[in-house]
């Protein structure tokens, strides 16, 4: 049987190194699955993952001029199911804030959104302050006395 990069075949192991596994293929071949494609995880030790004999499912991914040949096991796993990476919305979220934009008006000027911004900012740093306050317990930090 000849070999393609880029084919899966079923191979059994017949090697365990600490820098890879030996995988007996089809037709005789041996090739050799490095400790970075044992799985799609981190790989300390190898024997936690395969064993000696255990039948796999390998991936080839080249087969060089003096016959060499190097496979993966976990580019012949199915693909994982993807996940939706948009985070979901937080309702709470820091000084329960609603830190979405707010909707433009397309006839505002730029001097008229900048004054809104730094209004609505002095609004959230004033009720920060206020509120690290309560939690010093209402004491300046200077005097030591309670405002």
Known sequence: MQLE????????????TNFGAFVELPGGKTGMVHI???????????????????VVKVKVLSVSE?????????????????VNSTPAPRANRPGNYEWQANKRNESDSFED???????????????????LESKRGGFSRHTGQQK
Do not use: C, H, N, Y
């Not at 990069?5 to 365990?16: D, M």
């Not at 809104?116 to 004033?126: H, L, N, V």
């Open 5 to 16: 990069v880029g084919t899966v075949v079923e191979g059994k192991v017949t090697g365990i």
């Open 113 to 131: 959104m900048l004054s809104r911004f730094k209004q609505t900012s002095d609004e959230k740093i004033s009720d920060l302050k206020k509120g």
């Open 36 to 54: 970075s494609e044992v799985a799609p995880t981190f790989v300390k030790e190898i024997r936690d993952f395969v064993s000696e004999g255990q």
């Open 66 to 82: 003096d016959g060499k040949v190097s496979l993966s096991i976990k580019k012949a796993l199915p693909p994982a199911p993807r």
